[in-house]
C-alpha cells in the first residue's frame, strides 16, 4: 500500500494517507460557506483542525461549488494571503486552493508549501509558469470548466478512462510548462462536472488513477453524492454538514486504496480513519 501512496518532492512525508483540513475563507462555499469569513476567525480554524489532526491546511477564497460566480483577483487575495500569512506563521504546512497564478505567487511568497488549484492550470494561463518558477508542488484536478457552466459537462461514456486520459493530457502539459512531475499530485475532482454515480465510480477504482503513477488527493467532503448515497433514490439529501460520518468513511476506503492525502472539513473523524487505516495496513 504505501508504495501506492507515493512521495511529493517538497512536501513532509507522512507514513499514511495525510490529512488535509480546509478552511474556506469565502461567504458562499456550499458546505461552509461564511463561517471562517474573517482572518482572525479562519486563522483559529486551521489551528483547531490541526490540532484535530490536519497534516495541512487547504486555504481557499473563492468558491466552486455548482453554479457559483468568480470573485475578483483582489478580494481574493484579500481574503487568502492574511490567513496564509497568519498559519504560515504558527508553523501550520499550508496549502493555497487557487485558480489565480497571482493568488499562488503570493501564497507562496507567504509561505504556502502546495498549490492546489481545482483547474490544474487551464484557469489562467499564468499559473503553471509561476508554479514551476517557484518549484511548488501542484494539484492537478480533473476539471472541464468553471462552476458556472460545469454540471453540463458531466457527459461521460466511460468516465474512469475519459477522466485518466484527460489528468494524463494535463500531466504533460504541467511538465511542458516546467513543473517536475515529482511534484504533481493528481486529484480525480469529485462533484466537478460529475454526477454522483461518476463520483462512486472514481471512487471504485482509484487504482485505475495510480496506474498514471503520481499521488492521489482525494476530496470527498460534504459532496451531493454523498448526500445522494445517504438519502436513497427520490428523497432529500441530508444538508452538507450532516454528511461527516460518510466523509470518514471514504477517508477509511480511500486510506486503504492508497491515497496521498484526502481533503476534508471536518478533521477529527478522518484523523481517525487514516489512522485505522494504517493500522490495518501494517497489519497485512
Ligand atoms: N473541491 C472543492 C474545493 N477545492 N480542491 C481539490 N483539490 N479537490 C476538490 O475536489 C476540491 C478542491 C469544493 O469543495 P468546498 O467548497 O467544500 O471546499
Not at 38 to 50: E, H, M, P, Q, S
Not at 143 to 162: I, K, L, P, Q, T
Not at 173 to 194: C, H, M, Q, T, Y
Request: aromatic share 4%; with cysteine; proline share 5%.
Amino acid at each position: 500500500m504505501s508504495t501506492l501512496r507515493g512521495t511529493v518532492q517538497g512536501l513532509p512525508e507522512w507514513d499514511r494517507c495525510a490529512v488535509m483540513g480546509v478552511v474556506n475563507v469565502t461567504p458562499d462555499s456550499f458546505s461552509d460557506g461564511g463561517r471562517w469569513f474573517d482572518t482572525t476567525t479562519a486563522v483559529k480554524r486551521g489551528l483547531d483542525l490541526v490540532a484535530e489532526g490536519a497534516d495541512l491546511v487547504d486555504v481557499g477564497g473563492e468558491s466552486t461549488r455548482p453554479g457559483a460566480s468568480r470573485v475578483d483577483e483582489s478580494e481574493e487575495l484579500r481574503r487568502v494571503i492574511p490567513v496564509v500569512r497568519g498559519l504560515v506563521s504558527e508553523g501550520v504546512a499550508v496549502s493555497v486552493d487557487t485558480m489565480r497564478a497571482r493568488v499562488a505567487e503570493q501564497a507562496i511568497a507567504a509561505g504556502a508549501v502546495l498549490v492546489n488549484d481545482v483547474s490544474g492550470g487551464q484557469a489562467d494561463p499564468d499559473m503553471v509558469p509561476v508554479v514551476a518558477a517557484a518549484g511548488a508542488p501542484f494539484v492537478v484536478m480533473h476539471w472541464r470548466g468553471f462552476s458556472e457552466s460545469m454540471n453540463s459537462r458531466a457527459v461521460y461514456g466511460d468516465v474512469v478512462g475519459e477522466v485518466v486520459d484527460e489528468l494524463r493530457a494535463r500531466m504533460d502539459a504541467v511538465v511542458a510548462g516546467g513543473i517536475a512531475p515529482e511534484r504533481v499530485v493528481f486529484d480525480p475532482g469529485l462533484g466537478f462536472a460529475k454526477d454522483a454515480p461518476h463520483d462512486l465510480a472514481l471512487l471504485a477504482r482509484l487504482d485505475a488513477l495510480h496506474a498514471l503513477g503520481r499521488p492521489l488527493l482525494v476530496a470527498a467532503s460534504r459532496k451531493r453524492f454523498l448526500g445522494r448515497v445517504l438519502a436513497g433514490e427520490g428523497a432529500a439529501p441530508p444538508p452538507a454538514r450532516e454528511r461527516d460520518a460518510a466523509t470518514a468513511a471514504v477517508s477509511a476506503l480511500s486510506a486503504r486504496a492508497g491515497a496521498w492525502a484526502v481533503r476534508v472539513h471536518e478533521v477529527r473523524a478522518t484523523a481517525d480513519a487514516v489512522r485505522v487505516a494504517r493500522a490495518i495496513e501494517g497489519a497485512a
